[in-house]
């Protein structure tokens, strides 16, 4: 038998079948949903012959991905980081304008959003540099690197602006940073700035929503309208700061020795993640801020931010333990339900198939990242288990998200559920990822 035949044959006898069946599954589902959820529209089999295309598109792409060794993305990180900089910074140039973001390339029969292939790209090369580096993984200057490459994507990203592609970023980066021992303190410290990158804009519509507590009183409406100026901000931040700073102090009299270095990155990420909230506060429309926050209560605005969450819940209720049948859902079929082929598709499921469909999806799901977990971790080498670690916190972040956000117990993001949502980009991205974990999986006993 040549060698070639071996090859094959290996690749049958060793593929994660589970995972692809799950993953077929999912997207024979939401091949489905799309078809009920644009019915409306009038125009079901555009819908389904692009989306088709995506699919062959993504399946010739994962076999491409399974037959090459994953083990040549270490060797040329530095490369492939430099081009998924050059992809992002292309579509700012040549890129056309979608709903007020400049992340598409048209080219006539099609568009494709590069960011979707920026995150694997990602993916691959902060494994590798972690791979490379761990043994430095309790030193500063390691998470200022991660930071740095961190910060290179979601700077190009925001230009464009589309705030929901960045958000997948930062859980994928923590994990793969748990993953190879980076004290949890510094990982605190990430998610501090963040939080307060994002929090602070959104803490300011937050108090804008609130008509009705800002009439309910003078004394109500002083004390928030006195939290939404710039002035009070700064001297909560500086009285934040100066407490820890006491808090250091006092433990260090008290013979504590925690070292001085700790306090200065929690202050550092404190002042970083307020001036951050500046380039994010402008990239944000107001409208993406409201929709961010409005899951807390979407009655404050049920004509506007809150109607996709409100029309969601309708569809997901109204589906009950079997759902209405298939194309039968009214909030699908008469067009209340915003988006239901694209972000609220799983809504149009519930609607349709119920609690049982509903849950089989979830199930899909569970298994699909548990196979993806257990690639992770039986994969030959490090770098291998730290790619798909961060496929698989990729997929259960999107799912999670998702799924939460059409039930109004996360914030409307815009983000899809990957293998379901109506989208080329997502599906083909997704269907590259599957491939590379298949190639990590059948390579676990072989460096070929």
Known sequence: MSEKKLFL???????????????????????????SGTLNFGISSKYIAVQSMAISIGVCAMAAFILFNYQYYRQFDNVIYVLSLL?????????????????????GFASFQPV???????????????????????????????????????????????????????????????AVGVEPFYLLCIVIFGAFAVGIPLFSTFIKLQADLLQSGAFTANFLLTFNDNFTGVYL???????????????????????????????????????????VEKSLKEYQRKRLIVFLNPKVDPKGSGYNIIQSKIAIGSGRLAGKGFTKGTQTQLGFLPEQHTDFIFSVIGEEGGWVISQLVILFYFIF??????????????YGSLIALGLASMFTFYAFINIGMVMGIMPVTGMPLLLLSYGGSSMVSSLCAIGILLSIQIRRHTYY
Not at 87 to 107: D, E, H, I, P, Q
Not at 239 to 265: D, T
Not at 369 to 382: G, M, Q
């Open 9 to 35: 044959k290996r690749i049958v006898l060793n593929i994660d079948w589970f995972l692809i069946i799950c993953a077929a599954a999912l997207i024979t589902i939401g091949m489905l949903a799309i078809y």
């Open 369 to 382: 990242i548990w196979r993806a977990l257990i690639i992770a971790k039986d994969a030959r080498d490090r």
């Open 87 to 107: 992809l992002l910074t292309s579509v700012l140039v040549f890129g056309v304008t979608v709903k007020g973001t400049r992340g598409w390339f048209n080219f």
């Open 237 to 279: 931040i500086i009285a934040l700061i100066s407490l820890i700073l006491f808090i250091w102090w006092f433990m260090w009299k008290l013979r504590v020795r925690i070292p001085v270095i700790y306090p200065v990155i929690l202050c550092s990420a404190i002042l970083l993640g307020c001036a951050a909230s500046v380039p």
């Open 116 to 178: 979707e292939i920026a995150k694997l790209m990602y993916i691959v090369v902060i494994a590798a540099f972690l791979d490379k580096k761990s043994k430095d993984a309790k030193k500063a200057s390691f998470l200022f690197i991660v930071f740095s490459l961190l910060m290179g994507h979601l700077a190009l990203i925001m230009m464009q602006p589309d705030f929901s592609s960045t958000l997948s970023y930062f859980p994928v980066t923590l994990v793969l940073l748990f």
